[in-house]
Nanobody
Framework: QVQLVESGGGLVQAGGSLRLSCAASVRTFSVYVMGWFRQAPGKEREFVAAISRSGGTTRYADSVKGRFTVSRDNAKNTVSLQMNSLKPEDAAVYYC???????????????????WGQGTQVTVSS
C-alpha cells in the first residue's frame, strides 16, 4: 500500500511560481513511476508530468513544457513539481500518483497509476 500526500499548493499571481511536493509512505519508493495530474472544476483530470523510477526520464503535457519541471528524491521518498510562469488556466487541484508497473517510459494516462494522493489546490489570479 502506498500513501501519497501532496503539499505546496496555494494562491499565486499569474506569472508567479509554486513548488508542489508529494511525500510517499512506502518502503521502496524507487520502484514507482511517479506522475502529476490536475483537475479543474468542470473538467476531466489531465496529465501534467511524470518521471521514471531513476529520475532519468521525464514527460510533460504540451501545455506545461518549458514552464514546469518534475523531479524526485528517492532517498527522501518525494517527488516535486516546480511550476513557473503560472497562468490562470493552470489553476486546479493537483494530484500526485504512483505507478508500480514495469514500464520504462512514464505513462501519461491516469489509468496507469494505481495510487493517488488527496490533491492540493493551486489558484492563479490574473
Amino acid at each position: 500500500q502506498v500513501q501519497l500526500v501532496e503539499s505546496g499548493g496555494g494562491l499565486v499571481q499569474a506569472g508567479g511560481s509554486l513548488r508542489l511536493s508529494c511525500a510517499a509512505s512506502v518502503r521502496t519508493f524507487s520502484v514507482y513511476v511517479m506522475g502529476w495530474f490536475r483537475q479543474a472544476p468542470g473538467k476531466e483530470r489531465e496529465f501534467v508530468a511524470a518521471i521514471s523510477r531513476s529520475g532519468g526520464t521525464t514527460r510533460y503535457a504540451d501545455s506545461v513544457k518549458g514552464r514546469f519541471t518534475v523531479s524526485r528524491d528517492n532517498a527522501k521518498n518525494t517527488v516535486s513539481l516546480q511550476m513557473n510562469s503560472l497562468k490562470p488556466e493552470d489553476a486546479a487541484v493537483y494530484y500526485c500518483a504512483a505507478d508500480r508497473s514495469i514500464r520504462t517510459y512514464p505513462s501519461g494516462g491516469s489509468m496507469a497509476y494505481e495510487y493517488w494522493g488527496q490533491g492540493t489546490q493551486v489558484t492563479v489570479s490574473s
